[in-house]
Every structure is written in structure tokens, then in C-alpha cells.
């Protein structure tokens, strides 16, 4: 997802979801961020809406996971997809 390989990370997300594995809110902030990267505005905002319904408390403002991705470049356009996608 990271290096733009959207369509790559989308499958990955599904399988762990298909496999019953957790849906957390990594999943559903890069889910939505890979289909605001391909394009895909409707996608992009269910996986939005899911994360806003599962996670009501959630914040891109407030996600520590952030602090995890080093490159700034490469944290800047995540938080730009995740907000194209409506993730709040």
C-alpha cells in the first residue's frame, strides 16, 4: 500500500478479512485510502463509513500508527487518501 501498489494491498486486505483475521483500523484506513488512489470514490467512502460505524472514536489527527511510517512523503499521502476517502 505504501509504495503505491494499490490494487496489490487490496487483495492482501481482503484476504485477511476473507480468513475471518480482525478487522481493525488499519485495514479499513488503507482499504479506503488504496481506493481513493485508484479512483474508486464509492469504495473508497464505504470503507470510510465502515471505519466511522466500527470505530466512532477514531481521528487520522489521533492514530498513533502514523508515527510508524518514517517517510514523511510517504505518511503525507496517506493522510491525503485517507481524507479524499472521508476517513475522519
Not at 466511522?52 to 491525503?80: K, Q, Y
Request: proline share 7%.
Amino acid at each position: 500500500m505504501l509504495a503505491g501498489e494499490y490494487k496489490l494491498a487490496l487483495a492482501t486486505f481482503q484476504e485477511n478479512i476473507d480468513r475471518g483475521g480482525p478487522v481493525a483500523t488499519p485495514v479499513l484506513c488503507y482499504s479506503a485510502a488504496a481506493h481513493a488512489g485508484l479512483g474508486h470514490p464509492v469504495e473508497a467512502a464505504e470503507y470510510a463509513a465502515r471505519l466511522r460505524t466500527e470505530f466512532p472514536g477514531f481521528s487520522i489527527a489521533g492514530w498513533n500508527h502514523l508515527e510508524l511510517i518514517r517517510d514523511p512523503v510517504v505518511r503525507d499521502r496517506l493522510v491525503e487518501l485517507m481524507c479524499a476517502a472521508g476517513v475522519p
